[in-house]
T-cell receptor, first 109, second 114 residues
Framework: LAKTTQPISMDSYEGQEVNITCSHNNIATNDYITWYQQFPSQGPRFIIQGYKTKVTNEVASLFIPADRKSSTLSLPRVSLSDTAVYYCLAGDSNYQLIWGAGTKLIIKP | DAGVIQSPRHEVTEMGQEVTLRCKPISGHNSLFWYRQTMMRGLELLIYFNNNVPIDDSGMPEDRFSAKMPNASFSTLKIQPSEPRDSAVYFC????????????FGPGTRLTVL
């Protein structure tokens, strides 16, 4: 049974780069890995998704090694407004969606 | 587009009552998802539809929960009878069928069962 595992919490300081890693064993071979951001009292919001190697958009980068058993969300130069909970999502070999438990990121001034 | 619309935003009811949560997905999206979120259990996928057909309902906790999608622009999640342990925030999300990983979430319904 597939499972996604990510750290419960992290903290960092404004201007720093933050990397959050998610472990996901037994994910579907042809499925994307997706990351979401959630602020209090809001629904999760899509940040980025990738299949392998590296993907970058205006918000973040996503690094996925060749074995696809993990992925790392990288937030460059974080600000206070990046304080949120970050979730990874992958599909397992039975094509069920497996959400991580979320990483609470706290950015300090 | 207004995004995913959920109603009501807040619902307070008494144990044993029927609760109906409503969702209007983004126009053109073929997949619709219902989630439940609590502090203890995190974000749980309850059920999802593709082209109005339920695809995976393995997350529906028990027979008291049911979901319908009578057409492409409307879905309901019903709890009958409700129990205090059903208290949670219920999210609806939609996506293009070909890219269900990029889901767009509604604002959620905060349900409190007394």
């Amino acid at each position: 049974l597939a499972k996604t595992t990510q750290p419960i919490s992290m903290d960092s300081y404004e201007g720093q780069e933050v990397n959050i890693t998610c472990s996901h064993n037994n994910i579907a071979t042809n499925d994307y890995i997706t990351w979401y951001q959630q602020f209090p009292s809001q629904g999760p919001r899509f940040i980025i998704q990738g299949y392998k190697t590296k993907v970058t958009n205006e918000v973040a980068s996503l690094f996925i090694p060749a074995d696809r058993k993990s992925s790392t969300l990288s937030l460059p130069r974080v600000s206070l407004s990046d304080t949120a909970v970050y979730y990874c999502l992958a599909g397992d070999s039975n094509y069920q969606l497996i959400w991580g438990a979320g990483t609470k990121l706290i950015i300090k001034p | 587009d207004a995004g995913v619309i959920q109603s009501p935003r807040h619902e307070v009811t008494e144990m044993g009552q029927e609760v109906t949560l409503r969702c209007k997905p983004i126009s053109g999206h073929n997949s619709l998802f219902w989630y439940r979120q609590t502090m203890m259990r995190g974000l749980e996928l309850l059920i999802y539809f593709n082209n109005n057909v339920p695809i995976d309902d393995s997350g529906m906790p028990e027979d008291r929960f049911s979901a319908k999608m009578p057409n492409a622009s409307f879905s309901t999640l019903k709890i009958q009878p409700s129990e205090p342990r059903d208290s949670a925030v219920y999210f609806c999300a939609s996506s293009l069928a070909a890219d269900y990983n990029e889901q767009f979430f509604g604002p959620g319904t905060r349900l409190t069962v007394l």
